[in-house]
Nanobody
Framework: QVQLVESGGGLVQAGGSLRLSCAAS????????MGWYRQAPGKERELVAA???????YYADSVKGRFTISRDNAKNTLYLQMNSLKPVDTAMYYC??????????????WGQGTQVTVSA
């Protein structure tokens, strides 16, 4: 069983940056894949970015070129660097752990989330 704790959310003006962190514990950090989801009020949860243990990455089209996902296995931590933030990026951001089969990411463990609010 893996435990995931997110941090780094907050209020930022449009064009600003934030870095989210996710500390993983309980099962070591040999998790096959990690990712970040977000959910805005009234909308479905969407996968924003994901990274496999081998370094394969996925980004939603809406964040390509602005967000960067990375992981530090020595610190058991996952990151999401978010630049050029827009009001539409406002959402609760969730860290997730799961697996990657070479084509698709699958997630089954979730953190409690951290709120990101971008003002115009």
């Amino acid at each position: 069983q893996v435990q995931l704790v997110e941090s780094g959310g907050g209020l930022v003006q449009a064009g600003g940056s934030l870095r989210l962190s996710c500390a993983a514990s309980g099962s070591g950090f040999s998790i096959n894949a990690m990712g970040w989801y977000r959910q805005a009020p009234g909308k479905e949860r969407e996968l924003v970015a994901a990274i496999s243990s081998g370094g394969s990455t996925y980004y939603a089209d809406s964040v390509k070129g602005r967000f960067t996902i990375s992981r530090d296995n020595a610190k058991n931590t996952l990151y999401l660097q978010m630049n050029s933030l827009k009001p539409v990026d406002t959402a609760m951001y969730y860290c997730a752990a799961g697996s990657y089969n070479g084509d698709h990411f699958y997630f089954g463990s979730w953190g409690q989330g951290t709120q990101v609010t971008v003002s115009a």
